[in-house]
């Protein structure tokens, strides 16, 4: 029950990872992302002080209007203040749309790039890293990192050159047009620079409560999704949706309290920027009435105080996004920093290949020393077929694994051909071998597609050929629109006989010279069995072929039998070899004759 409780709250310890807001290291690298698009940020900043310019004229040109023109009475000149002011504020309004669309322009470009390079990258990384790495995490790092890496260029560092420029700018005009009522305006400052250093611890512990739990939202919702049907089958909703009720309320109160966090500071730095113009007006309205002070010059004091502000809420808010996004920019660079898979091998495979296959002394352990084959020798002779048969765990799928060289071997050698496949490169050695996995996976997309794996040199009548071969056209042949059915997500709609008989005609459709085939373990009907049964005749005439079977009545015609135990060979010979042998396999072989000696009886 412990256990169960603490289910949610482990693996996210990337998600908690705390980086500093500005962190040089991780800047460089975003900031070299951007490089390409230098010029476009150049333009950005070149807009950006013309609409700082536009705004920051706009109330000292006001101050003008009134203080020489209206006082004055000349109309003419005020008329033309006027039409300046509305020019100004649609030149305002012009640059700004420009400088957001070229912002974005950039931002979701260099966006666009670090997906891209992030997919690239992933699909490089060893199989071994997608064993230790939840779907979920991953997906989360190429959608929403991303778009939170996005913030940097778009968000903080034009527009943080933006309330720079604005603070530094209105400081300068106000100081310029009266120090004393400068500093009446500021006096209000010190207790905004406590807010702000309040607001910003707060809410970066606030921040990261949400991130943690919008994660743990995540991968419930995708675990659950996935495990509908077993959450189904034994009645586990209630259970499942008390543990969803718990992560729910978790990040309902995370973003609760990030509400009402942000909802104190904006209008608290809203209440103090009105104490300061209370102040303003009182101590400068006391001097216009004495005379010492132009009314023009207090208006425009009035609007500069409230462009001093909007700033620096702004720039609290901005310290938030950009460290949540350097903390994102981390995790992503985490993936792009893994080694991608090198391949040492450089000998191409040459067409003359006859494909036999040695196991030579091989060891292997996925975790080390944890040894999951233990100096393991066999040969498959070229166009022979061998099977290899063993307990659940025994390191069956282990071995096919490793002749493709999803894993690599720690100790011995695997040799096709008298060749060294670590010597072989890896994509012609995959393509020397069709494997058919134990669980087949379906891609969504057409049926044909999902044959031919996009394989634009398969023609539609060589996907159809295939399955014809394998006996998959009969039910496909039966479906509304045949080859056109869309597979749903991961082929749920296929019986897993309909999907092993997909998986030959996708082997079948790239014609390898090796074939590996890793028997389903569950049970299909007596007609699809038989249909299995003669594809598989077919497929393995004249092709060297590994068959991993569970059921012995699959393999009985094979070259050679190896017994697999805890990794190790136990026997190997041909099946009336092994029978007279009366060891493991004799009694392998009895256990399942006996049961279905059972079942003949009770259904006969
Ligand atoms: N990706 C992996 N990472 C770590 N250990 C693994 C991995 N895959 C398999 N193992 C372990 O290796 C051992 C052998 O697994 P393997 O899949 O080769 O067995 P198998 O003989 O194919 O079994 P089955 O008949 O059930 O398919 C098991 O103890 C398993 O726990
Ligand atoms: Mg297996």
Redesign the pocket.
């Known amino acids: 029950m412990a256990d169960d409780n603490n289910r949610e709250d482990t693996g996210f310890a990337e998600e908690e990872l705390e980086v500093k807001a500005y962190d040089s290291r991780l800047m460089k690298r975003l900031l070299g992302f951007a490089a390409r698009y230098w010029y476009l940020f150049a333009l950005a900043v070149i807009l950006l002080f013309a609409s700082t310019a536009a705004d920051l004229a706009r109330p000292y040109l006001i101050g003008i209007a009134i203080d020489e023109y209206i006082r004055k009475g000349d109309t003419a000149s005020l008329s033309r203040t006027g039409s300046y002011y509305l020019l100004l504020v649609v030149a305002g309004f012009l640059f700004n749309l420009l400088q957001i669309y070229v912002l974005s322009y950039a931002g979701q470009s260099i966006i666009f790039n670090i997906r891209q390079k992030l997919f690239a990258h992933m699909q490089k990384l060893p199989?071994?890293y997608f064993?230790k790495n939840p779907v979920g995490r991953l997906v989360t790092r190429v959608t929403n990192d991303t778009e939170a890496l996005n913030e940097v260029y778009t968000n903080v560092l034009v527009t943080l050159l933006k309330d720079i420029s604005i603070l530094a700018g209105v400081l300068v005009i106000m100081f310029r047009l009266h120090v004393t009522m400068t500093l009446i305006s500021l006096a209000i400052m010190p207790v905004v620079v406590v807010l702000t250093v309040f607001f910003r611890r707060r809410i970066r512990k606030v921040y990261r409560k949400v991130r943690t739990s919008l994660a743990k939202i995540n991968s419930a919702i995708s675990e659950n999704i996935s495990g509908m049907r077993i959450i189904q089958m034994f009645n586990r909703e209630k259970e499942n949706y008390d543990r969803f009720d718990k992560i729910g309320r978790e990040y309902y109160r995370a973003v609760m309290s990030e509400v009402i966090t942000f909802g104190l500071f904006r209008p608290a730095v809203e209440m103090l920027s009105f104490i300061a113009l209370s102040l303003l007006i009182w101590f400068g309205g006391q001097e216009v009435l004495e005379g010492s002070l132009q009314f023009g010059i207090l208006y425009a004091f009035t609007n500069y105080l409230s462009m001093i502000f909007h700033p620096i809420n702004d720039l609290a808010e901005k310290y938030n996004i950009l460290q949540s996004s350097m903390a994102a920019s981390e995790r992503i660079f985490m993936i792009l920093d893994t080694p991608a898979e090198e391949d040492s091998g450089m000998l191409n495979i040459p067409d003359s290949i006859r494909g036999e296959i040695e196991f030579r002394n091989v060891w292997f352990a996925?975790?080390e020393d944890?040894w999951?084959l233990r100096d393991v020798s066999f040969t498959v002779p070229a166009g022979k077929t061998v099977a290899i048969v063993?307990?659940?765990?025994?390191?069956?799928?282990?071995?096919i694994?490793l002749l493709s060289r999803l894993y690599e071997i720690q100790k011995g050698e695997i040799l096709i051909d008298g060749i060294n496949i670590r010597d072989v490169r890896k994509d012609d050695l995959r393509r020397l071998t069709g494997v058919v996995l134990?669980d087949v996976f379906l891609f969504s997309g057409r049926l044909k597609d999902n044959i031919r794996l996009d394989e634009e040199s398969i023609s539609d009548e060589k996907v159809r050929e295939a399955a014809r071969y394998v006996n998959a056209d009969g039910f496909i042949s039966r479906l509304p629109i045949g080859y056109d059915t869309e597979v749903m997500e991961r082929g749920s709609t296929f019986s897993a006989g309909q999907r092993q008989l997909l998986a030959f005609a996708r082997a079948l459709a790239f014609d390898p010279k090796i074939l590996v085939l890793?028997e389903a373990?569950s049970n299909i009907d007596t007609e699809t069995e038989m249909l299995i049964q003669d594809a598989l005749a077919r497929l393995t005439r004249d092709r060297t072929t590994i068959v991993?079977a569970?059921r012995l009545s699959t393999i009985q015609h094979a070259d050679k039998i190896i017994v697999?135990h805890k990794?190790k060979v136990r026997e190997s010979g041909t099946h009336q070899e092994l029978l007279a042998k009366r060891g493991m396999y004799y009694s392998l072989y009895q256990l399942q004759y006996q049961k279905q000696e059972l079942q003949s009886a009770t259904s006969g």
Do not use: E, F, M, R
């Open positions: 199989l071994s064993d996925y975790n944890d999951v063993g307990a659940t765990g025994a390191g069956k799928t282990s071995i694994s134990q890793d373990t991993i569970h697999l990794g």
